[in-house]
């Protein structure tokens, strides 16, 4: 836990929580995982070849690659911070005037503040953080942000579904 107080230019004192996390939760992926992930794609290949559409069996190709190549990929652990000027996610400053709530989701032992844009098609902001350093954080949004109950979308639980 990183706590640093400093002083600004107009002389009022400014607060910053500072953490680090994975950028993801790494599900277990066994070797059926992947034997399954190649059936799959060996199957729409086929298809693919069948009804000579070349461009989706490109597509099916390249989706797999993608997907063996993404989920072998070890999480980045990402340095995050929280000031009045809104949450940092290395060098990338979210204000809290673009999001309109907070939530916390819960997964094992992971945990996770969502936040959710006012834009109406960006995507929810998901950031992890340790719960040592929990209270504090959710604190420091609830004094900025209504909290508000999140659940995992549609998109959320395939990818929770299918380990990636």
Known sequence: MVINTSKNASKRTQTEISWEA???????????????????GLILSGIAILLQAWTFLVLVIVSV??????????????HYSLSNKGLSEGD????????????ILREGENFAIVLTPRKRFSPRVTVFFPEAQGEEIVDAFGARLPMEDVKLDLLDKLIKFLRI
Do not use: D, T
């Open 22 to 40: 994975e950028e993801h939760i790494v599900r277990e992926k066994n070797s059926w995982w992947y034997v399954g992930l190649v059936a799959i």
């Open 65 to 78: 690659v993608a997907l063996v190549v993404y989920a072998m990929r070890p999480p980045r652990v990402l």
């Open 92 to 103: 990338k400053l979210y204000g809290y005037e673009e999001f309109k709530s907070f939530g």
